[in-house]
């Protein structure tokens, strides 16, 4: 069955970097987009990018552009997600979620989410 | 781009039917047959209950339906229940981007 699992809960200060990690597994990972979304406290939900993990090519929001970075690893299936310059408002849970098409169409399968905290 | 706009709110008594409302505008909704919605109980990551605008995932139930009418989608969920308590979410594509609602409570009184 289709799983996607994210790495742990993450504490940092404002200005560092944090990385976290979405593992794929139960069908071809490069044959399927994977979305990010973030939530912060009490809030909706905010699409930030995607990635394609057979080419590698990744978009993400204007807004993110320079602070958010995609990338994916084919060998252990797993994308990442990097955010530099962390604000307090970058605190949120951040999910990743498998599209449903080879094409792009919905967020099918969603990881459990990964807290992410930014206090000084 | 700007959010998709819900109602914050909706409710209704056990088995009558709501409908929540999903605006958008021609660079979103209206020119893409790609709004999904999704539904998130408390502490829960979103499910998936509605995909390229009017189709059922397997396992989701009937009581889910959905259309959308030029920049405007709508999900109604007809015979609540009150496992149906939860955020409910629209969501669309809007040209090598995505964008989500703000999100609706829906309250099972």
């Known amino acids: 069955q289709v799983q996607v699992v994210q790495s742990g809960a993450e504490v940092k200060k404002p200005g560092a970097s944090v990385k976290v990690s979405c593992k794929a597994s139960?069908?071809?990972?490069?044959?399927?987009?994977i979305h990010w979304v973030r939530q912060a406290p009490g809030q909706g939900l905010e699409w930030l990018g995607w990635i394609n993990p057979n080419s590698s090519r990744a978009n993400s929001l204007e807004k993110f552009q320079g602070r958010v970075t995609l990338t994916r690893d084919t060998s252990i299936s797993t994308v990442f997600l990097e955010v530099t310059r962390l604000r307090s408002d970058d605190t949120a849970i951040y999910y990743c979620?498998?599209?449903?098409?080879?094409?792009?169409?919905?967020?099918?399968?969603w990881g459990q989410g990964t807290l992410v905290s930014v206090s000084s | 781009q700007s959010a998709l706009t819900q109602p914050a709110s909706v409710s209704g008594s056990p088995g009558q039917s709501i409908t929540i409302s999903c605006t958008g505008t021609s660079r979103d909704v209206e020119s893409y047959h790609l709004v999904s919605w999704y539904q998130q109980h408390p502490g829960k990551a979103p499910k998936l209950i509605i995909y390229e605008v009017t189709n059922r995932p397997s396992g989701v139930s009937n009581r889910f339906s959905a259309s959308k009418s030029g920049n405007t989608a709508s999900l109604t969920i007809s015979g609540l229940q009150a496992e149906d308590e939860a955020d409910y979410y629209c969501?669309?594509?809007?040209?090598?981007?995505?964008?989500f609602g703000g999100g609706t409570k829906l309250a099972v009184l």
């Open positions: 979620a498998r599209d449903d098409s080879a094409s792009g169409s919905s967020l099918e399968f």
């Open positions: 969501c669309s594509y809007a040209g090598r981007s995505w964008v």
């Open positions: 139960g069908y071809t990972f490069i044959d399927y987009y």
